[in-house]
């Protein structure tokens, strides 16, 4: 009789999958959290750049009112990532329009400043494209901001 004997190349190459399976495993589990990490601060940081600039169009836009004069009027069109409430208010010697976002880890507020110092107001504006109408009638002692349909 002849003796066979079998090689143990099988029980290697399992070993092989199954420390490789764990491996790939370990990683996921920690690559996961840190990726999602930085995807929400990335998508907060995207929000807040867009919020400056949409909130630096109204601002301008008040501002060309305020040196053009009475009879002045600026259409804006705005595009905001999520619903926004933007304040209008001033401190007495000039105007400041701010916007409150909550971000993944906290609330933060943006804030411009305009020249014009006569602005109290509220605007509630919706995700995606709205267009505002900054305009400063000829028989008017005040500019006006409104949300146009």
Request: hydrophobic share 40%.
């Amino acid at each position: 009789m002849k003796n066979i004997t079998i090689g143990n190349k099988g029980q290697l190459s399992l070993e092989y999958v199954l420390s490789s399976m764990i491996v790939i495993l370990i990683i996921s589990l920690i690559s996961i959290p840190i990726l999602l990490t930085a995807m929400d601060y990335s998508t907060d940081i995207m929000d807040s750049i867009n919020s400056k600039s949409e909130l630096s169009k109204i601002t301008d836009a008040i501002d060309f009112c305020y040196v053009s004069g009475k009879g002045s009027k600026r259409i804006v069109l705005l595009d905001f990532n999520r619903n926004v409430d933007i304040r209008l208010y001033n401190d007495g010697k000039k105007g400041s329009a701010s916007i409150n976002l909550n971000l993944s880890d906290d609330s933060h507020e943006i804030t411009r400043h305009f020249d014009y110092a006569g602005l109290n107001e509220n605007i509630h504006l919706s995700k995606g494209f709205n267009r505002i109408a900054v305009k400063w009638d000829e028989d008017s002692n005040r500019i006006e901001v409104n949300r146009l349909a």
